[in-house]
């Protein structure tokens, strides 16, 4: 079973300052995916950015890029430039590699831009 | 693209009454998923659809919890009787195919807002 682990409830960052948002996790399946999710108050998730395990390079998507560390078993999430639409809960989610295995999300963490 | 359309957004309901919450996915999309997502918690899955059949419903309460997604477009989740433990955010999900398993985007639709007095 995969299990997600986030552990900071809450970050608070400058406007145009770069933030890490950790994740941990925990699998036995060999190929999985990671993947970060915003959701704003509005309560739908946005997804960001996505990570493979056999993925060579790690992952960017515009300001956001994955600071993937296999080894380690953790896939930080880092924004650089935080906007204050940054505002919102971050969620790290992993799925392993059968076809029914579930997205399994952590429990969040809560990023406030400050102006 | 449109994206994925959930109504209603939100429902209040007395506890023992029932109530449905209906999802449209993104067009193509065969595979659609149910969350249950809980005040300070992550979603958690309640039931998968492949076109329009049942892939994992092994976290959904039977007993109370019912979903079909009949000609494998859009979906019904039904909760009958409700109980004040139901109270939480229904999200509904789609991707385009389960064969790409897990590097396959979900998108998410969002959510009904359900509180149960």
Known sequence: ?115 | EAGVAQSPRYKIIEKRQSVAFWCNPISGHATLYWYQQILGQGPKLLIQFQNNGVVDDSQLPKDRFSAERLKGVDSTLKIQPAKLEDSAVYLCASSLDLALAFRETQYFGPGTRLLVL
């Open chain 1, 1 to 115: 079973a995969q299990k997600i682990t986030q552990t900071q409830p809450g970050m608070f960052v400058q406007e145009k300052e770069a933030v890490t948002l950790d994740c941990t996790y925990d699998t036995s399946d060999p190929s999985y995916g990671l993947f970060w999710y915003k959701q704003p108050s509005s309560g739908e998730m946005i997804f960001l950015i996505y990570q493979g395990s056999y993925d060579q390079q790690n992952a960017t998507e515009g300001r956001y890029s994955l600071n993937f560390q296999k080894a380690r078993k953790s896939a930080n999430l880092v924004i650089s430039a935080s906007q204050l639409g940054d505002s919102a809960m971050y969620f790290c989610a992993m799925r392993g590699q059968g076809g029914s295995e579930k997205l399994v999300f952590g429990k969040g963490m809560k990023l406030t831009v400050n102006p």
